[in-house]
Every structure is written in structure tokens, then in C-alpha cells.
Nanobody
């Protein structure tokens, strides 16, 4: 089992920044790829960013590329999502996810295939 707890969400104006954190406990953190997903009201959960277990490879959705940065500190069992130049369309509940496979994490089936999710943190960007 892997337990994930997100923090850092809030209300920010367009153009602002937020940093989300995902604290993990349970099995060996570095054995898991970590991902961030988001879900806006009335929409499906969508992929945002992912990072491999060792942190050497990252992957982003086109909608956030160049604005968001995913990172992890395996010594602290924590992953981060730095979000800059935020837009109103970034408003959503953001979820942290863990899976042993980076391929699964970045696949179209990820929202159905991933078993380990955090509880989510709300990000609201005002215009």
C-alpha cells in the first residue's frame, strides 16, 4: 500500500504561482513513478505531469508544458508540482498518483489503471 497526501492548493490570481506537495508513506517511494492529475467540475480526470521513480525523466501534458514543473525528493518521500503563469482554465482538484510503471502513469488508461491516489487539493485561479 502507498498512502498519498496532497497539500498546497488555494486561490490565486491569473499569472500567479502555487506549489503543490504530495507526501507519501508506505512502500519504497523510489520504486514508484509519481504523477499529478486534475479534474474540473463536469470533466474527466486528466493527466498533468509525471516523474520516474529516480526522478531522471519527466513528462508533461501539452497544456502545462513550460509552465509547470514536477520534481521529487526521495529522501523526504515527497513530490512537488510547481505551477507558474496560472490560468483560469487550470482551476481543478489536483490529485497525486503513484504507480510502479511510468508507461502506465502516462498512458491514456492511467485514470482507470492507477490504484494509489491522494485525496486531492483544490486549485482555483481567478481571472
Amino acid at each position: 500500500q502507498v498512502q498519498l497526501v496532497e497539500s498546497g492548493g488555494g486561490l490565486v490570481q491569473a499569472g500567479g504561482s502555487l506549489r503543490l506537495s504530495c507526501a507519501a508513506s508506505g512502500r519504497t517511494f523510489s520504486n514508484y513513478a509519481l504523477g499529478w492529475f486534475r479534474q474540473a467540475p463536469g470533466k474527466e480526470r486528466e493527466f498533468v505531469a509525471a516523474i520516474t521513480g529516480g526522478g531522471g525523466f519527466t513528462y508533461y501534458a501539452d497544456s502545462v508544458k513550460g509552465r509547470f514543473t514536477i520534481s521529487r525528493d526521495n529522501a523526504k518521500n515527497t513530490a512537488y508540482l510547481q505551477m507558474n503563469s496560472l490560468k483560469p482554465e487550470d482551476t481543478a482538484v489536483y490529485y497525486c498518483a503513484a504507480h510502479p510503471s511510468m508507461s502506465t502513469m502516462t498512458s491514456a488508461s492511467a485514470p482507470r489503471a492507477i490504484n494509489y491516489w491522494g485525496q486531492g487539493t483544490q486549485v482555483t485561479v481567478s481571472s
